[in-house]
């Protein structure tokens, strides 16, 4: 591989723009070469290859990177394929040419909608960079570009770029959209796959394809081989290799908010989640149900009190950084800018009235402010910086006094601040997005940005210290929600310490889930890549059944990753009554005696998966109803499904444990019922010492199902009656498996 080559020396040298060092550092520079040495690897079979980054970690960093060390090895062409989005393929083109303008004509950057496919004839005797939306007619313009007869580009060194590779990129069978525009975008979807398909079969000698993204899943939850079983010609999308994009040292994401840090009292990322009822968010997102007459910032009759709160809160911290700045000696164009963005839904008319709502409350903060004297906006911002004050205070940085917090705060408000920004259109990005920086523009000192999905993907929103995040479909997909978390990203620790992430409890508790979901998947790939044999795809399906994957392509909707380390148990449940739990319990009891295990008498035995399953489905029969949150912390079907899975040959384990499971029987139980008591994170049956070391080690052959016969006091805060608590550990050994629910 040449690596002293003008374009990678070039890019080798740049300076890093936020600070001290260089643009690129030897870990950017490894994860660049051993990408495109894979690639060279994958040129007989045109295999794709993954480069997985976290959500705004420098993935573009990483490809543009890439492309200048492509071109030092052989390579005349990349083609950049953008998510559909005319201003994010502006933008991807402008970086570009901004990145390489130095070379000249050297190196051509073009959106191929410029003159629908022609490309100047002087372009094939430089290196070309072609950007392309994938939309079907952009496909049609790069075959012709490429691969139609008497091109000049005929015979050239291909490579694709698909960034967001799980999007577009993916038709999805299943889940008909039953409303015409669900039903167009789907149609459109499967159009662009099948184009981007034939465009890789069409250039010759076959193209390097790297897929980009940071939420792989449709990605690896496909089948080797032929993607489509109707169609063989058809290429798999799933990776042969995964490349992890490295983190730098300020990335600020998913760890911080939902994971281990944000769990550590003596971090400010622990008074960083403000909940948000279900009823105030439902209240954003119609207008049907209250006058707009009725909104106010007094205590009384209050409608929105967790987004006044965190306006105050917005107020408040950009007011605590700008005196921080001044104090530093920064001034008017090296001062920050900072942005508050509320997405809670995705229509128009949500928009509208979500942006009426907010304009209502900061009126009337604004009379307040003008009004010397008032109580009421005096006491919103002394509560907004009392609390600011506990986490600046864990960060160890000093604040500025109450008055001059107030004083600037009322400045911004009576200069008409926050600016309020309604983003629901892809005119309205291009008119925000700065093309060269790939961020917002934040031409104000506040800003708030009322949005829906088209602040996702692609677009980053810098500065950005309070998030209101409201998205709450029946279904949440892993993919689309994280790409949601527009929060991510590089973050300077003084304006940590003032961020605030508002949401409900319910939609907290998924994106917890979600997370840990993630971190095993990028641990695993970490350690051992994408290997059939240590990251092995199981798929629920509608005939109730657990298999390894082999379909058309799958949406990822529910996502589940497990590994040995992994328990699954329910929690924030409520119970049957008292009739119905004495007769499930009781018939659970006789099956366990089937089995040889004496009532009241601690024990484990290994059973055939069948009876296992039987020991499942009745004593599942207790829990009534699943709280919002915690419905997908405990499906029988599921459970059941993984029971018969793990427990078989594919597995790989010793023989003798094939179709067996370890039931695992305690009894004379007391957990309290902690969700009664609004603790559910500790809400487990199982003790560490006496249960999870001895089932842990079960799992080394088998998997485990653990059964505590819990007394169901009502002290305790049960209904009185005896009831049969499981926890599920998947076998332990050097495999991890991920599937979709739905």
């Known amino acids: 591989m040449e690596t002293t080559g003008k374009f990678y020396c070039f890019i080798k040298s740049l300076p890093n723009p936020y600070g001290v060092g260089l643009k690129y550092t030897s870990k950017d520079l490894g994860c660049i070469r051993r990408t495109l040495s894979n690639l060279e690897s994958n040129v007989k ?16 960093k990483s490809f543009i990177g890439l492309i200048a060390l492509a071109f030092d090895n052989g390579f005349d062409v990349i083609v950049v394929l953008t998510k559909n989005s005319e201003a994010l393929a502006t933008q991807t083109a402008s970086r570009l040419t901004a ?3 130095s070379f000249g004509e050297a190196i051509n950057v073009r959106d191929i909608i410029v003159g629908k496919g022609q490309l100047p004839d002087d372009y094939a005797g430089s290196k070309l960079i072609l950007v392309a939306k994938k939309q079907h007619k952009n496909l049609d313009y790069l075959s012709t570009a490429l691969t139609a007869e008497g091109s000049l580009f005929l015979g050239k060194r291909v490579m694709i770029i698909d960034d967001e590779a799980d999007t577009a990129s993916v038709a999805f069978s299943g889940g ?35 897929q980009v993204t940071a939420t792989p899943y449709s990605l690896l939850l496909q089948n080797k081989g032929s993607a489509l079983k109707h169609d063989p010609a058809v290429q798999s999308l799933r990776p042969s290799f995964v490349e992890l994009v490295p983190v730098h040292d300020d990335y600020f994401g998913g760890d911080h908010y939902f994971g ?93 009235w979500q942006a009426e709502v907010v304009k209502r409350l900061l009126g009337r903060m604004r009379e307040a402010a003008g009004s010397p004297g008032s109580k009421v906006l005096d006491a919103l911002l002394k509560a ?50 700065d ?16 949005a829906g999905q088209y602040m996702d993907r692609g677009v980053t929103v810098p500065n950005l210290i309070s998030f209101f995040y409201g998205r709450s479909p029946k279904t949440f997909q892993q993919d689309t929600v994280l790409q949601h978390c527009r929060m991510f990203g590089s973050r300077y620790r003084p304006e940590v310490a003032v961020t605030r992430f508002y949401t409900t409890e319910r939609i907290l508790g998924v994106l917890r889930e979600m997370h840990i979901n993630d971190t095993i998947l990028r641990d695993r790939i970490e350690e051992f890549g994408v290997d059939d044999k240590v990251l092995q795809m199981l798929q629920s399906t509608s005939s109730g059944q657990v298999k390894f994957c082999s379909f058309d392509k799958i949406r990822a909707s529910r996502i589940r990753v497990i590994n040995g380390e992994s328990k699954l148990w329910p929690r924030g449940f409520t119970l049957k009554s008292p009739e119905v739990l004495e007769f499930h319990t009781q018939k659970v009891e006789n099956l366990l005696d089937t089995h040889g295990i004496v009532p009241g008498k601690n024990a484990q035995v290994l059973v055939d998966a069948e009876d296992a399953v039987k020991i499942l489905k009745d004593l599942s029969k207790s829990f009534e109803h699943f709280a919002p949150q915690y419905e997908h912390t405990w499906n029988e079907a599921e459970i059941g499904q993984l ?49 999870m070391v001895p089932c842990r080690e079960l799992a080394k052959n088998a998997p485990v199902l653990l059964l505590t016969l819990q007394k169901g006091r009502v002290k305790d805060d049960w209904n009185g009656e005896p009831f049969w608590w499981p926890v599920f550990f998947p076998p332990f050994d050097n495999n991890c498996f991920m599937y979709a629910l739905d």
């Open 260 to 352: 281990g840090i944000s769990q550590d009292s003596t971090k400010p990322e622990s008074l960083m989640h403000k909940p948000v009822s279900e009823e105030e968010m439902k209240l954003l997102r119609t207008c049907d149900s209250i006058a707009i007459d009725s909104v106010d910032i007094s205590v009384e009759g209050q409608y929105f009190p967790s987004l006044l709160c965190a306006l105050a809160n917005f107020l408040v911290a950009g007011s605590i950084r700008r005196l921080q700045q001044e104090d530093d000696g920064l001034k008017d164009s090296g001062l920050t800018n900072f942005a508050m963005l509320l997405h809670t839904e995705p229509s128009k008319t949500a928009h509208a």
């Open 435 to 450: 093309l060269v920086s790939g961020e917002l523009k934040l031409e104000a000192s506040l800003t708030l940005f009322v």
């Open 99 to 101: 990145q390489f303008k």
């Open 45 to 60: 079979s045109g295999a794709p290859g993954l480069l997985l980054g976290k959500i705004q970690s420098g993935k573009t």
């Open 384 to 433: 907004s910086y009392d609390n600011l004050s506990a986490s600046l205070k864990l960060e160890g940085i000093d604040r500025p006094a109450f008055a001059a917090v107030v004083e600037k705060a009322k400045v911004f408000l009576c200069r008409g601040l926050p600016r309020i920004n309604v983003v629901n259109s892809d005119k309205d990005i291009s008119a925000l997005l």
């Open 643 to 691: 029971i018969s899975q793990l427990s078989d040959s594919l597995a790989g384990r010793d023989p003798k444990y094939h179709g067996k499971v370890f039931v695992v029987v305690r009894y004379d139980r007391s957990r309290p019922n902690q969700f009664a008591r609004k603790v559910v994170s500790l809400d487990s049956p199982d003790n560490p010492e006496e249960d």
């Open 176 to 210: 008909s959209r039953k409303d015409k525009e669900g039903r167009k975008a789907l149609a459109e979807l499967r159009i662009v796959a099948k184009k981007i398909d034939a465009l890789r079969r069409a250039i010759k000698p076959k193209p390097s394809f790297l």
